[in-house]
């Protein structure tokens, strides 16, 4: 059984860094392809983020490309996501999800058997 862990959330100013983790117990974790969505209040999930099981190959949301970068550690079950320039569209919840199957869709919430439980992220001044 895998679980995974957020961490690293915080409030930040408009234009500032932040690195969050997703820390996963379980040996199968780095077989899995993983995501980082984002969820504001009143809006649907989104995918930001998404690295396949190897870290070979890496996607992200159009609207944070070239500032955010996913990348993972198979040694230590990690997959960091370093946000930066955030914006105040960028407050959300932040919940990392693994994906066992490897979906070719990895936009969707569906093909995520384990997630955990988010990390706030606030961007205001």
């Known amino acids: 059984q895998v679980q995974v862990e957020e961490s690293g959330g915080g409030l930040v100013q408009p234009g500032g860094s932040l690195r969050l983790s997703c820390v996963a117990s379980?040996?199968?974790?780095?077989?899995?392809?993983t995501s980082w969505f984002r969820q504001a209040p009143g809006k649907e999930r989104e995918v930001v983020a998404h690295i396949r099981w190897s870290g070979a190959s890496t996607d992200s949301a159009d609207s944070v490309k070239r500032r955010y970068t996913i990348s993972r550690d198979n040694a230590d079950n990690v997959v960091p996501l370093r946000m930066n320039r955030l914006k105040p569209e960028a407050t959300a919840v932040y919940y990392c999800?693994?994906?066992?199957?490897?979906?070719?869709?990895?936009?969707?919430?569906?093909?995520?058997?384990?997630w955990g439980q988010g990390t706030q992220v606030t961007v205001s001044s």
């Open positions: 999800a693994a994906d066992s199957w490897c979906a070719s869709d990895f936009t969707h919430t569906s093909p995520y058997e384990y």
């Open positions: 379980g040996s199968t974790f780095r077989r899995y392809a």
